[in-house]
């Protein structure tokens, strides 16, 4: 097959494409998806802002024909299912379309499609539509569990040269990822100045990744004080050696409410982390297939504050090192499942499917 990639940026991700040989075109598209409306501001231009995103993705999709005609495509692959281009493009010329489910979309980022989640669900019922969930709770949420037209095809994380287990652990629990309310950061420092509380010799929180908006960062770091735990929590920001940071900690604590797959608790496995990870969606999931797979868990689960701060303690008491047998199944079940070697082959062989239809 040869790809053909479609962007809505001319930035550096289109140089490394060309850079690899992949052909990129370069159109202007917007998320099919309502403007904000939380303040008087974005109240007053919700409307504008709506018929702008109209008019951009209906020029965007005549164009999208017109170049995918040029080329004869024989299929599109939406790579994120709250833009619907790809889609609309694909009716018009007659060829099979898949859509590439990563988010609940409202569930975990509060957003929603045009014009209704009711005639979103109905696209994916089309004999024409294909799509390919990350998860199987993200397959049922969007109804499509049992569908001959839909697979679920978990993330490719890493590859199986990527996977290491450095028996060397530091004292220190990590949380890694983007800080933000649904990520469950605030949650997090709530459980872990109960833990302080009751032990002063808790390990230090390191809280590796940025805030979409600094006053998010600013409210959490007020949080630290009024916890006080400023001495024992470090902001460490955007990291590029996160892996590296997975790799010494004692644990990683996956605190969000609501993940899609949980890129970060596959990566942590990978890099050969104890997972402590809150027994809900895509976190569950994983959990879940590991148990499935191995006959044991693979991570530690909690539902409540109390089994969080619980499981700190036992880190603490009994030393990682007692936990390196669930780090081993862990691995063993990321590299079965997660790696990008499995991911491409399924995605390939469902394709093929399709093109046979």
């Known amino acids: 097959m040869e790809p053909v990639v479609v962007v809505p940026d001319n930035d550096g991700f289109c140089l490394t494409l060309r850079e690899e040989g992949i052909r990129t075109i370069v159109l202007n598209f917007r998320p099919a998806i309502y403007p904000p409306a939380g303040n008087a501001k974005e109240f007053v231009l919700f ?54 489910i990563r988010e609940y979309g409202d569930r975990d980022f509060d957003m929603h499609v045009i014009p209704s989640r009711k005639i979103y669900l109905k696209n994916f019922t089309r004999k024409d539509s294909y799509s390919i969930c990350i998860t199987k709770d993200i397959a049922k949420y969007h109804r499509l569990d049992g569908s001959d037209n839909s697979k679920v095809i978990y993330n490719g994380v890493l590859t199986g040269a990527d996977v290491v287990f450095d028996k060397g652990k530091d004292s220190y629990f990590l949380f890694a990822g983007r800080l933000e309310e649904t990520k469950g950061v605030t949650a997090l420092l709530e459980a872990y100045g109960k833990l302080c509380g009751r032990r002063k010799d808790a390990f230090p929180l390191l809280i590796a990744g940025d805030a979409g908006k600094k006053s998010y960062l600013d409210y959490l770091n007020d949080v630290v004080t009024s916890l006080n735990i400023t001495d024992k929590v470090r902001f460490l920001g955007g990291r590029d050696d996160v892996l590296s940071l997975m790799s010494k900690a004692s644990a990683l604590i996956v605190p969000s409410r609501s993940e899609a797959f949980g890129r970060i608790t596959a990566e942590a496995m990978f890099a050969g982390c104890l997972v402590i990870g809150k027994d809900t969606a895509g976190t569950k999931e994983q959990f879940d297939n590991g148990l499935e797979l191995t006959g044991e868990e693979i991570g530690l689960r909690y539902e409540e504050e109390e089994e969080l701060i619980r499981h700190l303690c036992d880190v603490m008491d009994n030393g990682v090192e007692a936990y390196f047998p669930m780090i081993g199944r862990a691995q063993k079940t990321v590299l079965s499942l997660y790696s990008a070697e499995r991911q491409v082959e399924n995605v390939f062989d469902f394709y093929k499917n399709i093109l046979r239809k």
Do not use: Q, Y
């Open 47 to 100: 409307m504008p802002k709506l018929i702008a995103k109209l008019i951009v993705n209906r020029i965007a999709v005549r164009r999208l024909c017109k170049e995918a005609g040029r080329f004869g495509a024989e299929m599109i692959h939406t790579n994120v299912s709250v833009v619907d281009v790809g889609m609309r493009a694909a009716r018009r010329l007659g060829i099979p379309h898949v859509t590439h």
